[in-house]
């Protein structure tokens, strides 16, 4: 079975840095591969996928993600982060055709003004 | 455009009462998951439909815990009877597709549950 590995449970960042949050992940074959992010009392929502292509994703809020077939990685990341970024980040990972998401255990990033 | 409607949002209970987690999928998506999400082991798949059909409950901890889909607009997770490590959010998400091939699931708000 597939597993998901975050590295960091908490990231503290001031505005304007930048981020990058790890995931890494454990199966052979072809996956597919996702972010999501929780904010503050509100649900998950997709941030960014990749299936194929271009292993460079850009998803929303101006975050993106690169795909290491040879790391077995797919790190998040954004230049410029900002207050309204605090949120909870959620690597995802699915062989491709299967029909659910093994999730990693999320990552906590609070951004200080 | 409502999302996934779950309820309630909050539940207190004491240990050994039935718990009852409603959720209400997006209409027109086909397949329902059932997740949980505690802080020692992350986010959990219990079980998942498709078409109102229980397609993988190898998720799901223990006989005390049953999922059903009566119709396509409607789901519960029950827990009879409840265990403080029951303890808990409880997401319902649903997808017009596998998730696995969109690669969107909608999630609901989450009911958050604790077991006195």
């Known amino acids: 079975a597939q597993s998901v590995s975050q590295h960091n449970h908490h990231v503290i960042l001031s505005e304007a840095a930048s981020l990058e949050l790890g995931c890494n992940y454990s199966?052979?074959?072809?996956?597919?591969l996702f972010w999501y992010v929780q904010y503050p009392g509100q649900h998950l929502q997709l941030l960014l996928k990749y299936f194929s292509g271009d292993p460079l994703v850009k998803g929303i809020k101006g975050f993106e993600a690169e795909f290491i077939k040879s790391k077995f990685s797919f790190n998040l990341r954004k230049p410029s982060v900002q207050w309204s970024d605090t949120a909870e980040y959620f690597c995802?990972?699915?062989?491709?055709?299967?029909?659910?998401?093994?999730f990693g255990k999320g990552t906590m990033l609070l951004v200080s003004p | 455009d409502a999302g996934v409607i779950q309820s309630p949002r909050h539940e207190v209970t004491e240990m050994g009462q039935e718990v009852t987690l409603r959720c209400k999928p997006i209409s027109g998506h086909d397949y329902l998951f059932w997740y949980r999400q505690t802080m020692m082991r992350g986010l959990e798949l219990l079980i998942y439909?498709?078409?109102?059909?229980?397609?993988?409950d190898s998720g799901m901890p223990e006989d005390r815990f049953s999922a059903k889909m009566p119709n396509a607009s409607f789901s519960t997770l029950k827990i009879q009877p409840s265990e403080p490590r029951d303890s808990a959010v409880y997401f319902c998400a649903s997808s017009p597709l596998a998730g696995g091939n969109t690669g969107e699931l909608f999630f609901g708000e989450g009911s958050r549950l604790t077991v006195l």
């Open positions: 995802a990972v699915t062989p491709s055709g299967y029909s659910t998401l093994t």
């Open positions: 199966y052979g074959g072809t996956v597919n």
């Open positions: 439909f498709n078409n109102n059909v229980p397609i993988d």
